[in-house]
């Protein structure tokens, strides 16, 4: 943070709003940074090595620039007075200048990202920054790699962000319309930011990707990481056990059906389109026990979305459907509206998304993989 709001941090070093047991956790994280590097154990600071081998990616780098800037060195009081901006609400730091603009964790950590700090004290500067589509790129990664063990595991969720964000065929868009985007598909991305610098800075438990007791060939931590950050019921889930694969019980229907009949826990559903040449996944969510109705059954929490190559999440709306939440009937009745197989939204005519033996056979969709979370 540079300029006026880069003294005001430093003047709440002395009264941050930390209570003595998270002072004493910062202090301990500090000296465990700056043991990190010979020079920023000899002087008792942080510098950019240190700090980079601390936060993966380039995060430490950019957080180094962030905090050194304007300061003769990032010493324990400076980290304490920054580390307020990333773990405290707005409301209860002592600086004028930068809450009377209450920037959330989202905006000051792409900001952080971007090397732009300098922009936060002016809102409608920050909100017209141009970006490029590489720009977007790297934010998406960044954002999705606080959540995941390796960046390389977040490479294709943030491709799939990334086609959200920008229009078809745009190469640019304003931090505005990012965030607009953002915080319409990622409803959980502040928390995320602020749990993972209270895990880093603080030691806190947080829970980020729930942990795949078996791997997918579809579904990936980084995909996963996407629909955590819209669904609290998988962020908080301990871990996303296997109920159904075609790698694990063949192709059929069948199968599908007696794995998931009577089972009552959320389940998470990942199938695989392939159409023209171009492959497509898609999946839904829901809390509810599977048990056979003629009927649609559900709760509003049950959501549809897209994985690749864009990612979307669909929730229903109120005059559209909104009840119709999901279908699910073995039995073959003939001359019925009550088809055999299981559906999501849309109607008894036409399902959003729907699974039987027909559909797998003449429309190449690749039986689903379930998950439990």
Same mark, same amino acid.
């Given at each position: 943070m540079g300029g006026k709001n880069a003294k005001d941090a430093k003047a709440t070093a002395g009264r941050p709003d930390f209570n003595d047991r998270e002072l004493t956790r910062l202090a301990e994280t500090f000296r465990a940074i700056s043991a990190l590097d010979d020079e920023a154990r000899r002087t008792q600071t942080l510098n950019r090595k240190a700090l980079a081998s601390y936060f993966k990616g380039d995060l430490g780098g950019c957080l180094f620039e962030w905090m050194a800037h304007g300061a003769p060195a990032v010493t324990l009081d400076v980290f304490v007075a920054y580390t307020e901006l990333l773990l405290k609400e707005p409301m209860r730091y002592v600086k004028s200048e930068y809450s009377d603009k209450? /920037?959330?964790? +989202?905006?000051?950590?792409?900001?952080?990202i971007l090397k732009t700090p300098t922009i936060l004290g002016d809102r409608e500067a920050y909100s017209q920054v141009h970006l490029s589509a590489s720009d977007v790129n790297k934010l998406t990664l960044g954002l999705i790699g606080l959540l995941v063990e390796r960046e390389e595991k977040a490479e294709k969720a943030a491709q799939a962000l990334t086609a959200r964000i920008l229009d078809e065929g745009s190469k640019e868009t304003t931090l505005d319309t990012f965030f607009s985007r953002l915080r319409a598909e990622l409803l959980l991305i502040n928390i995320a930011v602020r749990r993972f610098f209270a895990k880093k800075l603080l030691g806190e438990q947080a829970t980020s990707v729930p942990?795949?007791?078996?791997?997918?060939?579809?579904?990936?931590?980084?995909l996963l990481a996407l629909l955590a950050l819209s669904n609290g019921s998988i962020a908080n889930a301990p871990k996303a056990t296997l109920? /159904?694969?075609t +790698?694990?019980?063949?192709t059929s229907f069948n199968r599908l059906a007696y794995a998931l009949r009577g089972y009552n826990a959320p389940t998470l559903f990942v199938l695989k389109h392939t159409e023209g040449g171009h492959s497509y996944l898609l999946g839904a969510f829901t809390k509810d026990q599977w048990e056979e109705a003629l009927a649609y059954?559900?709760?509003?929490?049950?959501?549809?979305?897209?994985?690749?190559?864009?990612?979307?999440?669909?929730?229903?709306?109120?005059?559209?459907g909104a009840a119709n939440y999901t279908y699910f009937n073995t039995k073959k009745l003939e001359r019925s509206?009550?088809?055999?197989?299981?559906?999501f939204g849309g109607n008894f005519e036409r399902y959003r998304l729907w699974i039987d033996d027909e559909s797998v056979s003449y429309t190449h969709l690749t039986l689903p993989t379930i998950y439990s979370v």
């Open positions: 209450s /920037f959330d964790k +989202l905006e000051l950590v792409i900001a952080i942990p795949m007791d078996r791997p997918s060939n579809l579904l990936d931590e980084g109920l /159904f694969s +790698l694990s019980h063949g059954v559900g709760k509003p929490e049950t959501f549809l979305f897209s994985l690749w190559p864009r990612y979307k999440p669909f929730f229903a709306f109120k005059g559209r509206k009550y088809k055999q197989g299981l559906g």
